[in-house]
C-alpha cells in the first residue's frame, strides 16, 4: 500500500496561488491513479482532481476547472496540485489519495494522507 504525505498548504489572499504537494512512498507509485479531494468544516468530503497513472488523462471539479491543474511526476513518487486564483470557497483541508484502479473511478481512492489546510481570505 501507498503511504502519502502532503505538503504546502497555507494562508492566502483571494487571488492567490498555492501549490501542493504529495510524496508517495512504495515502488508501485506509478501503477496507482492519483487524486486530491478536499473537505471544509460542515461538508463532505468533496472531489477536486484525478489523474491516471501514465498522467496522460486528469478530471476536474467543474469549481476548479481552469483555475486548478494536477500533475505528477513518477521519478519522484510525487504528485501535485498547482491552485491558482483562489477564492474563499476553496478553503478547506485537502487530502492526496491514491487508487489502484481508474483515475475517473472516484469511489476508489481509498489510501489518503493526513491533510493541509488551505485557507483563502478574502
Do not use: H
Request: charged fraction near 15%.
Amino acid at each position: 500500500q501507498v503511504q502519502l504525505v502532503e505538503s504546502g498548504g497555507g494562508l492566502v489572499q483571494a487571488g492567490g496561488s498555492l501549490r501542493l504537494s504529495c510524496a508517495a512512498s512504495g515502488r508501485t507509485f506509478s501503477s496507482y491513479a492519483m487524486g486530491w479531494f478536499r473537505q471544509a468544516p460542515g461538508k463532505e468530503r468533496e472531489f477536486v482532481a484525478t489523474i491516471a497513472w501514465s498522467g496522460i488523462y486528469t478530471m476536474y471539479a467543474d469549481s476548479v476547472k481552469g483555475r486548478f491543474t494536477i500533475s505528477r511526476d513518477n521519478a519522484k513518487n510525487t504528485v501535485y496540485l498547482q491552485m491558482n486564483s483562489l477564492k474563499p470557497e476553496d478553503t478547506a483541508v485537502y487530502y492526496c489519495a491514491a487508487s489502484g484502479y481508474s483515475y475517473d473511478l472516484l469511489d476508489r481512492f481509498g489510501s489518503w494522507g493526513q491533510g493541509t489546510q488551505v485557507t483563502v481570505s478574502s
